[in-house]
């Protein structure tokens, strides 16, 4: 059976890593779909959200049945084209669950015949966040326990880039 992974990954953490090594041992074939939303104000373009997924998921044996897709729309009409039965997502805390439950209901609505299926995030990785990343990043902390090891440098750099701008 095949899912989709949906997020905007800016960028990718270890968070998100775990919750697509775990999907990708429960599914014979996972996209991870990078939904790019003209609303959502992103710090890495969706070429370079995409090149730092992949170069993440490059080493690991465990990833070969899994494949970075960039879309937008909704993530159903995306399942449905591309024949993922299920909606992979994760919940780190109550917080997200109730963003989660609705978006989840939102597409049960449009389309019954996709599930969303939710992985609870590991406890060392229950805190992180993208934007926490990013907070650290662009005042010189370490993300080094944060991000796949193969971003670190690219996620330091591009920030390093971005700094004038971010911090007015
Ligand atoms: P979105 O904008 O769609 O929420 P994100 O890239 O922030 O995109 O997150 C994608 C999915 O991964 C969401 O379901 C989110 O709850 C989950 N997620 C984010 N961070 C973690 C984490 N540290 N551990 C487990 N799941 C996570």
């Given at each position: 059976m095949k899912a989709c992974y949906p997020g905007t990954?800016?960028?990718?953490t270890l968070g998100h890593l775990d919750i697509i090594e775990r999907a990708a041992l429960i599914f014979d074939e996972l996209d991870v779909l990078l939904m790019v939303n003209p609303r959502k104000k992103c710090v890495f373009d969706a070429a370079q959200r995409k090149a730092m997924i992949e170069a993440s998921l490059a080493?690991?044996?465990?990833?070969?049945n899994v494949k970075v897709i960039i879309g937008e729309g909704l993530t159903v009409d995306f399942a449905r084209k591309t024949g993922s039965k299920a909606i992979v997502r994760g919940i780190r805390a109550v917080t997200d669950y109730e963003y989660e439950l609705q978006q989840a209901t939102a597409n049960l609505m449009l389309d019954p015949d996709v599930e969303t299926m939710f992985l609870i995030a590991k406890p060392e990785y229950s805190f992180l966040s993208s934007s926490v990343v990013k907070e650290i990043a662009l005042n010189d902390g370490d993300i080094s326990k944060m991000v796949p090891a193969e971003v670190v440098d690219l996620v330091k750099e591009a920030m390093a880039d971005k700094k004038d701008v971010l911090k007015g």
């Open positions: 990954f800016d960028p990718i080493s690991r044996e465990n990833c070969r």
